[in-house]
């Protein structure tokens, strides 16, 4: 992020916008030290500076990380968004579980059996409305109205625009966020110290849907922004991932649309990387092909304990297995391992034995002694493979991190286009129109045939990993899912469209408490609004159950 980066740090130095506990602090967004409104918005400069806190909220919890001027209450250091969407995606699945007994509930989170008092839940829900803070506050001080008024025009007013673009789609992101993991949540679009109401997510899905039906007739073109700024395959995005899950959001399904949007982006010009592993490594901003967009991370620029330090040092332990598989980092927390059921989706468990290599290359695992099933949650030796999909070496090796060690340089994918021949697949089985099933099953093996391909380009199977159109079925497309995608933040979604994630009939260990696994109550689906947040605004209900 050329232009922003030079204003990162300087930003989050000087601009203080105030955290919130609650709705009343949520909407006390004026200013109270001497970088006013006024001033930080009198110049073009200015401008910039704001937009690397919008950006840089993605990434990071306050002013000075790792830890020192939080945004947000009870936040700092440990909960960036990345960290805090990740956990609520993952942990109460069977790609991961949390191995300690830390405050805040994560527990609950591991075993589906949390409440409306969770700080792990609380912690997203204020995360998200903060960065819809910041970008509410952009908007509003970046209309044309407001340009004029401060002079501002010409080139600088062109880049300001775009900027403000940046910042709808950012707080429409988030929006999408809050639906698709909260529900009904409060909605609010401009600066007001009126309680916010209530929309349900069929509301809110209907806004998203518009303010990125606007945003893609005005966005940047695909692949002309800079690295780590979203463009208008952005919108596509997130359009054909709404899309994809309407039905979940607002009874109606969309699977035509997902279809017309996922095909947008595949025909925008990007391409598979050749190579699955470096897609998750530390020199990962180097990749133009594959990645739509994602959160940057930097060991030097931006630290803190989330983003993907924390995937890479929660999911590094001190054993034969770390030696084996080195991080790139100076430590292993050893509290994040993976339930039976995300290696049993690969090939031998996807490990390689001394009689034949691994076959699948996206599995990532690591098994020393330790046994595939959870024996126990709360105990880092209690069972479970390791993961080590991100990592903070680099794949080329004139680029070494350039940091300590102490923080990861590896960038967070948060749209790449193998998710998008994905949903093209899966809309097509699903009986979308506009699509065709010859294409997606060529999409599906393209995947595939990365995965079956060595560095050399040697096919690690004779058939490439290669299926044929009956292979191609909707439990398929879910075990293919869990295949490219885990650990990115999709599973908790996936698991729901297809109905598996309450239900007694997909289970994995310790899912609702029970060490073979048991159904949760359907209500589960979503989390709850947080108690603290109906505590102080009355317009607020809790979701049915909680």
């Known amino acids: 992020m050329k232009n922003l980066n030079k204003y990162l740090k300087y930003s989050f130095l000087t601009l203080l916008i105030i955290g919130f506990s609650g709705c009343q602090k949520l909407l006390d967004l004026k200013p109270t030290n001497e970088q006013t409104s006024e001033k930080i918005y009198s110049t073009a400069d200015g401008y910039t500076q704001v937009m690397a806190k919008v950006y840089g909220a993605m990434a990071l919890t306050g002013n000075a990380g790792p830890a020192g001027s939080a945004d947000v209450s009870g936040d700092e250091g440990f909960s960036d968004f990345i960290r805090g969407f990740w956990n609520l995606q993952s942990l109460p699945t069977e790609e991961a579980v949390w191995s300690w007994n830390d405050a805040g509930g994560i527990a609950d989170i591991n075993t589906m059996t949390w409440s409306a008092s969770n700080g792990l839940s609380q912690q997203l829900y204020r995360r998200s409305y903060f960065q819809i ?47 698709d993991i909260f529900g009904n949540v409060p909605f609010v679009t401009k600066i007001s110290r009126d309680l916010p109401v209530q929309k349900t997510r069929s509301e809110i899905f209907n806004f998203v849907e518009s303010e990125l039906k606007e945003l893609e007739e005005v966005m940047l073109a695909p692949k002309s922004n800079q690295y780590g700024r979203v463009d208008r395959a952005a919108a596509w995005a997130v359009l054909a991932r709404m899309y994809l899950n309407a039905e979940v959001y607002t009874g109606t399904p969309k699977f035509s649309e997902a279809i017309t949007y996922s095909r947008k982006i595949i025909d925008a010009g990007y391409t598979l990387h050749s190579d699955y592993r470096s897609l998750f490594m530390a020199d990962n901003h180097t990749i133009k092909d594959e990645f739509i967009f994602a959160v940057p991370y930097d060991g030097q620029k931006s630290q803190g304990f989330g983003g993907t330090t924390y995937l890479i040092k929660a999911g590094t332990f001190d054993d034969d297995a770390s030696k084996m598989m080195p991080n790139g980092l100076n430590e292993g927390w050893e509290c994040i391992r993976v339930r039976a059921n995300l290696p049993e ?25 330790t046994l595939i099933n959870i ?151 979503l989390y709850p609004i947080p108690a603290s947040d109906l505590l102080v605004n009355t317009n607020l209900k809790q979701n049915p159950g909680y």
């Open 133 to 179: 803070v910041l970008c509410n506050d952009f908007i509003e001080q970046s209309s044309d109205a407001n340009l004029s008024l401060r002079g501002i025009s010409g080139a600088d007013a062109e880049r300001i625009k775009d900027y403000r673009n940046e910042a709808r789609f950012l707080r429409a992101f988030q929006y999408w966020v809050l639906m």
């Open 345 to 369: 989706l690969f090939p031998n468990q996807g490990l390689a034995t001394p009689a034949e290599p691994k076959k699948d290359l996206r599995a990532w695992f690591a098994n020393s002694s």
């Open 375 to 525: 024996t126990q949650v709360l105990n880092s030796k209690g069972g479970g493979f390791r993961c080590n999909k991100f990592t903070n070496l680099a794949s080329n090796p004139s680029t070494p991190p350039n940091n300590t060690q102490q923080f990861s340089d590896a960038d967070f994918p948060l749209f790449r286009l193998a998710e998008f021949y994905l949903i093209y697949a899966e809309s097509v089985l699903r009986g979308g129109s506009g699509g065709d099933a010859g294409t997606a099953l060529s999409y599906i093996n393209q995947l595939r045939k990365r995965a079956y391909t060595d560095a050399t380009g040697s096919s690690t199977t004779p058939d490439n990993g290669q299926i044929s159109a009956a292979d191609l079925t909707l439990d398929f497309m879910l075990d293919e899912r869990g295949r490219e995608l885990y650990w990115e933040g999709h599973r908790r979604t996936d698991l729901i469209r297809f109905g598996r994630f309450t239900s007694g009939n997909y289970l994995w260990q310790f899912k609702g408490g029970s060490a073979t696994g048991k159904a949760v109550p359907s209500y589960y689906n």
